[in-house]
């Protein structure tokens, strides 16, 4: 690697380490609190587990992928469910893109986006952390928007997209053959697709059959935005 990029991508990590961070000072005493996914999100839950053991900060968790359970067990933050408990006093989560204007996000990268959106959408508060590279002009230029999508759709909804003149794909696995399968059994299909009016196109999205959700968010209360020295606040 060259050495201009090794330091580009050890200040993203300090960035994502500060904001993570600042994220978790965040959350009081006696707070559900809906823990996100991601590597940004991992380093939250990190920092939580870090005051629920070292500061004896009293607080329930509720993981949004199988990844996120795993690591708050890991860290010692007792969980809950949503059955249990249906109001969430906060929820703190990463994203792919932010809109710097309208402060809409795409999520999902990791195929959470479901879950995420289930549970960041009923918390009273939902922050999201950030690194700077992550603000944009223009949603989903460079990124797709992924659509959860039930295996037995997945070819309609793929012709649905492209009535819409939208360039969709199946994201296909790593390591495995075949597509990724995300933690609720199903396909993911990402899209590039027109972003002009999020909250319309969050909504139409939702509506071809066989799509569960898609990941844009439109409802979004505070962005911490990280870099390598400082952490700065937008909301609307
Ligand atoms: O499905 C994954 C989630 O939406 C993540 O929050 C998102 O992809 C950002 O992840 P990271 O913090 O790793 O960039």
Redesign the pocket.
């Known amino acids: 690697m060259a050495k201009s990029s090794l330091k580009s991508s050890s200040n993203v990590e300090n960035a994502?380490f500060r904001v993570a961070k600042e994220a978790a000072n965040l959350v009081k005493d006696g707070m559900i609190v809906g823990l996100?996914?991601?590597?940004?999100?991992n380093l939250f839950i990190d920092e939580l587990g870090r005051r629920v053991a070292e500061e004896e900060l009293s607080v329930f968790g509720i993981p949004t992928?199988f990844e996120s359970r795993m690591l708050a067990i890991q860290y010692g933050i007792p969980l809950v469910s949503l059955d249990e408990y249906g109001e969430i006093d906060i929820a703190i989560?990463?994203?792919?893109e932010v809109d710097k204007k309208s402060l809409c996000l795409i999520?999902?990268?990791?195929?959470?986006?479901t879950l995420?959106k289930i549970i960041d959408y009923c918390a009273k508060e939902f922050v999201v952390m950030v690194d700077e590279n992550?603000i944009v002009d223009s949603l989903g230029d460079k990124t797709p928007v992924p659509l959860e999508v039930l295996p037995i759709a997945y070819s309609t909804v793929l012709n649905e997209l492209l009535k819409r003149n939208a360039a969709p794909s199946i994201r296909m696995a790593d390591r495995k053959m075949g597509p990724v399968i995300t933690d609720n059994g199903n396909m993911i299909i990402d899209v590039f697709i027109d972003l002009k009016n999020p909250e319309e196109t969050e909504k139409e999205l939702n509506s071809i059959p066989g799509v569960v959700e898609n990941?844009i968010f439109t409802k979004v209360d505070k962005i911490l935005v990280g870099s390598p020295k400082k952490v700065k606040i937008l909301s609307k």
């Open positions: 994502k996100g996914s991601g590597t940004t999100a992928s989560d990463g994203a792919d999520k999902g990268g990791g195929g959470c986006h995420e992550k990941g």
